[in-house]
């Protein structure tokens, strides 16, 4: 089955610095790649994702970068702020998603 | 708004008993999900139906099982909770027609401990 890894599973920056996460899978077959945020006790919801047949995809200040060669993709987050404190799931997969462990991200004003 | 929406909230049993999670769901989604997350550990699937008349199990099913009971509602049992079944559990839909995103909705979730 498919084994997805994520790094780093904790990431502090100052406020208006730039955070990225990595997550690698395993299965060439996953053709589907979403990032979740949760924040503290709500539940995980979608922020990005990213399809197979597309390298880049950006929604103002996040962007998704996928490699399918090399198995991995990686969330990007500009200009960060104090609310995009959170934890980050990334995902993989077609018809179930696997996910990363998880990423807690902590912006300081 | 459509949505998706777990019962209880919380509940909190001894080791043995049964318990029975419920989820509901608006969103007119043929396929459901339920999830187990630990700390540092992610979402853990337990099992998965992709409509009425199909379930699977997941990576973590062992000690768990499920019911769909109509397209709306996807029920998951613990035929006897043990310790360290303690988790946060979620259900999800999602909508196999959405242009091949499969977008994931989850609920509120369920806080189970068992002592």
């Known amino acids: 089955g498919e084994n997805v890894e994520q790094h780093p599973s904790t990431l502090s920056v100052q406020e208006g610095d730039s955070a990225v996460i990595k997550c690698t899978y395993s299965d060439s077959a996953s053709n589907y790649f979403p990032w979740y945020k949760q924040e503290l006790g709500k539940r995980p919801q979608l922020i990005i994702d990213?399809?197979?047949?597309?390298g880049e995809k950006k929604d103002q200040r996040i962007a998704v970068t996928l490699n399918k060669t090399a198995k991995h993709f990686s969330l990007h987050i500009t200009e960060t702020q104090p609310e995009d404190s959170a934890v980050y799931f990334c995902?993989?997969?077609?018809?179930?998603?696997?996910f990363g462990k998880g990423t807690m991200l902590l912006v300081s004003p | 708004d459509a949505d998706v929406t777990q019962t209880p909230r919380n509940r909190i049993t001894k080791t043995g008993k049964r318990i029975m999670l419920e989820c509901s769901q608006t969103k007119g989604h043929d396929r459901m999900y339920w999830y187990r997350q630990d700390p540092g550990l992610g979402l853990q699937l337990i099992y998965y139906?992709?409509?009425?008349?199909?379930?699977n199990k997941g990576e973590i099913s062992d000690g768990y099982s499920v019911s769909r009971q109509a397209q709306a509602k996807f029920s998951l049992s613990l035929e006897s909770a043990i310790p360290n079944q303690t988790a946060l559990y979620f259900c999800?839909?999602?909508?196999?027609?959405?242009?091949?995103?499969?977008?994931?909705?989850f609920g509120p979730g369920t806080r189970l401990t068992v002592l």
């Open positions: 995902a993989a997969g077609y018809s179930t998603l696997t």
């Open positions: 139906s992709f409509d009425v008349k199909d379930i």
């Open positions: 990213i399809r197979s047949n597309v």
């Open positions: 999800a839909t999602s909508d196999p027609l959405a242009g091949g995103r499969n977008e994931q909705f």
